[in-house]
């Protein structure tokens, strides 16, 4: 089993290194300095939601998201995520160096709601909303609905430990079935604003 899971990731980063299908331009977005950014991440995150997209233009998934913080770590501005195992996403943040995350206003809510509860094992979802995958220069998948997208390379990767929880009560409310996400964090390399 193993041995097919590594050839299929193979095959699948192989395909990724084939641009000629690039799915639009960032020709509306303006670079920005994180440290530009006005609002919390808890509001970016945890109330307004984001799409954390993984993968390359021929082959990359994404899920809503409203777990995750923006800071400073190791000298580095960072995004760190969480992702459960059994999620489609999870395969393709496992396989890539990069990941996005992308921002988007609240008309798109049900949109998100969606892309959060569908899986894209079992259809397209993204083109099912009407959402426009787009390429950063670096190579990720972003979309062209979003206000703003920060593209972040992985530099740390675990997956939350039972035996360290200090509040027992945080995995009885948030992992009942002991399926513990794993956490990411990326160096924050580009920050796009409309």
Not at 106 to 120: I, P
Not at 143 to 164: N, W
Request: one cysteine or more.
């Amino acid at each position: 089993m193993n041995k097919l899971y590594l050839a299929l990731a193979m095959l699948a980063l192989l395909s990724c290194n084939n641009n000629q299908n690039k799915a639009t331009t960032m020709n509306d977005y303006k670079k920005t300095d994180i440290k530009d950014l006005r609002e919390s991440s808890a509001k970016l995150i945890g109330d307004d939601w984001m799409l954390i997209t993984a993968g390359c233009a021929n082959k990359f998934n994404t899920m809503t998201a409203s777990w995750g913080t923006l800071g400073h770590l190791w000298n580095k501005n960072v995004a760190i995520v969480f992702v459960r195992p059994q999620r489609y996403t999870y395969e393709f943040m496992e396989r890539g160096e990069h990941f996005t995350l992308s921002f988007f206003r609240e008309n798109y809510r049900d949109a998100l709601s969606v892309l959060g509860t569908k899986s894209g094992r079992d259809g397209d979802k993204v083109k099912e909303v009407g959402f426009t995958p787009i390429e950063t220069p670096a190579g990720s998948m972003a979309f062209g609905e979003a206000y703003m997208i920060i593209e972040c390379k992985k530099i740390y990767s675990d997956f939350f430990d039972s035996e360290l929880f200090l509040d027992p009560a945080i995995i009885e409310k948030n992992y009942p079935r002991r399926d513990f996400h794993k956490m990411y964090i990326g160096e924050v390399i580009d920050v796009w604003k409309r």
